[in-house]
């Protein structure tokens, strides 16, 4: 046996083993489509960067269709401070002026999107980069917040300048690359009625396109295990009924709101399961997909 010597024969039964039990969730998904929101440490560390180029070919192989939506906040933040631009948030939202969202769509739409294409392909796949101005992917209209004065407690409108979301998505373009090898991966981009351009955030671009489309599953990797109840234990299965009584009681809160909101919207409008995942545990998608109990926290409709 090739490598025999330097590899004990119960490693490679363990190895047959894993294979042998993902056969049958290799069946059940081929054909399907997943969309998977790519970022925090799993977009951030080399080393998991490569492990998920490597998974994402694995799902293409086996019949799976992913779709990759990645964020990039981070990366938006360090060049908005080299070039000495200032920016703030409001809500988690980054405000964006004229200025600013010319600099939000080149890093996303060029320097890190390409980064996300090359790995997939410097591993053998044939990756392409969108974003949602591609073949009007994500029309999108302007957000606004609500927020009340300190002193008046006067409720005001602020605006939050080129921060938008998806108002239609057109996915012509996806089911044209369904029909091939080719995967895409998208910059959270959208168009607005006159031309103008939208900051989106991913997670919400990564939910509507699983519903547009009603995917089989959709995928975001965050920096956490998943949605945790009042005593912090992981909640692995939840309907969104009972997600959405969770955000009112209190439990559910902070940045985890967004992304429950995106989640249940997604499987209540099309897709089929949507899955919080710890995108810093390698190869956390293929031990979601191909074993029998998974990770994480599944948000589906019983």
Known sequence: MKNSENKP???????????????????????????????????????????FARDIILMKQVGINPIIVHGGGPQIGKMLERLKIQSSFVDGLRVTDAATVEIVE?????????????????????????????????????????????????????????????????????????????????????????????????????????????????IVLTDVAGLLDEDKNLISQITPKEAHKLIKTGVITGGMIPKIETCTHAVENGCKAAHILDGRVEHVMLIETFTEHGVGTMIVDK
């Open 9 to 51: 024969i119960g490693s490679w039964l363990r190895t047959a083993k894993v294979l042998s039990e993902a056969l049958p969730y290799m069946r059940q998904f081929a054909g399907e489509t997943f969309v998977i929101k790519y970022g925090g440490h799993a977009m951030g560390e080399e080393a998991l960067s490569q492990a």
């Open 106 to 218: 080149m890093v996303l739409s060029g320097s890190i999107n390409k980064q996300i294409v090359s790995a997939i392909n410097a591993v053998g796949g044939k990756a392409i980069g969108l974003s949602g101005k591609d073949a009007n992917l994500i029309r999108a209209k302007r957000i606004t917040r609500k927020v009340k004065d300190p002193d008046s407690n006067i409720e005001k409108v602020l605006d939050l300048g080129f921060v938008g979301e998806p108002e239609e998505i057109d996915p012509t373009i996806l089911d044209t690359l369904y029909e091939s090898d080719i995967i895409p991966v998208i910059a959270p981009i959208g168009l607005g009625a006159n031309g103008e351009t939208y900051n989106i955030n991913a997670d919400t671009v990564a939910g509507a396109i699983a519903a547009a489309i009603n995917a089989c599953k959709l």
